[in-house]
Each structure stands twice: as structure tokens, then as C-alpha cells.
T-cell receptor
Framework: GDSVTQTEGLVTLTEGLPVMLNCTYQ??????LFWYVQHLNEAPKLLLK?????KRPEHQGFHATLHKSSSSFHLQKSSAQLSDSALYYC???????????????FGIGTLLSVKP | DAGVTQTPRHEVAEKGQTIILKCEPV?????LFWYRQTKIQGLELLSY????????DGGAFKDRFKAEMLNSSFSTLKIQPTEPKDSAVYLC????????????FGEGSRLIVV
């Protein structure tokens, strides 16, 4: 079945350094990929979503590139901020709404901790 | 617009009790999901409804977990009987065909079973 792998449980960075959170996936088809972010005591919310035309999505300084050849959708940011400290989930969904609706399969999450 | 509303936000139950968690999705959304959130397993899908019909009932959770959607604006998740290993945050999310695959989550119900 479909799956998402996030290899890092915790990433600790100093403010100003670049961020890269890993995400790889397995899927029978060509899925949509997502990054969700959850700040402490808040609901998870969408950060980025892959485009159908392979454009690189960007939001709040974060970006991610879908590489079908390596089945990856790593999250990157050039300079970490203290406010980026949060739990980040990578997820995938089937492109065929008729069969799977908007069901998302999530990774286990990566906790990003940015220190001064 | 109101987002996804979950109640209660916190629940403490004794082992063996029955607890019911509630969720009101975003108005007009057709898809409703229940996820369990733990540090070890991340977000695990418990149930998935589309237009009130149960589309998926997470295999490992069938035993003591039962989700229902009585109408398009209300869903419940019943855990019966509760066990200490059920301690987790239970998240409800909704989505619509026009929302571009985006799931909107509630803030969750934190359950502690003692």
C-alpha cells in the first residue's frame, strides 16, 4: 500500500541556518504530496502542496520539489526562524478523487526545534 | 467561516469506560476523517466518511473504535471500552471537492486513560 517515510524524528537547528526535512514516499500511482505544519497546541494546517504541472510550491519561505525519480518531496528553507519550531508532517493522497476522496496518508512527523 | 470544531478538548477516563468524542466539520465539506495522533505512530487514520457514508474503517481500530456520522454536520467517535494505550490526541478533519485536497483539522481531543 501507499506509505510516507520521514526519517528524522527531531531536527535541531540554530536560527539562520538552512532547513531540510526529508520525505520519501511509496505509491502505486502518481500522488499529490503535501506538507502540514502543527505548532504547539494548535491544529495541523497545510503548508505546501505539490502542483500537477511540477511547479515548485512555496509558502512562508518554505519550498519543496517533487522528484518522481527518487519519490521524494523534501521540505526546505534557506534560513530558519525561531517561529518555525513546530511539528511537520509529510503526506500523500491519490490523485483520483473518485476512488480515495481526499484521504491523506501521513508520515510520523518531524519535530523542528530552532534555537537562538 | 467556522472551522472544524471538536469537543471535548480534554478527557480523562478510567480504564474500561466508554468515551464519545464529537466533531463538527466545515460547513459544506463532504469528506470527514478521524485520525489518532501519537509521537510514535504519527497520524493514523481511524475512519473516513464521504457524504456520510463510511468509506474506510481503519482495520487495527475496528475492535473498540466506532465512528458515526449521523448527519452532514456532526460526527462522533466512540471508544468502548477504553484502555491506557488509547491515550492520544484524536483529530477530526474535513475536506471538500472544491478545497483542492486540503484537509482542515480541528484542534483535537486529548484523551488520557488511567
Amino acid at each position: 500500500g501507499d506509505s510516507v517515510t520521514q526519517t528524522e524524528g527531531l531536527v535541531t537547528l540554530t536560527e539562520g541556518l538552512p532547513v531540510m526535512l526529508n520525505c520519501t514516499y511509496q505509491s502505486t500511482y502518481s500522488p499529490f504530496l503535501f506538507w502540514y505544519v502543527q505548532h504547539l497546541n494548535e491544529a495541523p494546517k497545510l503548508l505546501l502542496k505539490s502542483f500537477t504541472d511540477n511547479k515548485r510550491p512555496e509558502h512562508q519561505g518554505f519550498h519543496a520539489t517533487l522528484h518522481k525519480s527518487s519519490s521524494s518531496f523534501h521540505l526546505q528553507k534557506s534560513s530558519a526562524q525561531l517561529s518555525d519550531s513546530a511539528l511537520y508532517y509529510c503526506a500523500l493522497s491519490d490523485r483520483d478523487y473518485g476512488s480515495s476522496g481526499n484521504k491523506l496518508i501521513f508520515g510520523i512527523g518531524t519535530l523542528l526545534s530552532v534555537k537562538p | 467561516d467556522a472551522g472544524v470544531t471538536q469537543t471535548p478538548r480534554h478527557e480523562v477516563a478510567e480504564k474500561g469506560q466508554t468515551i464519545i468524542l464529537k466533531c463538527e466539520p466545515v460547513s459544506g465539506h463532504n469528506d470527514l476523517f478521524w485520525y489518532r495522533q501519537t509521537k510514535i505512530q504519527g497520524l493514523e487514520l481511524l475512519s473516513y466518511f464521504r457524504s456520510k457514508s463510511l468509506m474506510e474503517d481503519g482495520g487495527a481500530f475496528k475492535d473498540r473504535f466506532k465512528a458515526e456520522m449521523l448527519n452532514s454536520s456532526f460526527s462522533t467517535l466512540k471508544i468502548q471500552p477504553t484502555e491506557p494505550k488509547d491515550s492520544a490526541v484524536y483529530l477530526c478533519a474535513s475536506s471538500g471537492q472544491g478545497s483542492g485536497n486540503t484537509l482542515y483539522f480541528g484542534e483535537g481531543s486529548r484523551l488520557i486513560v488511567v
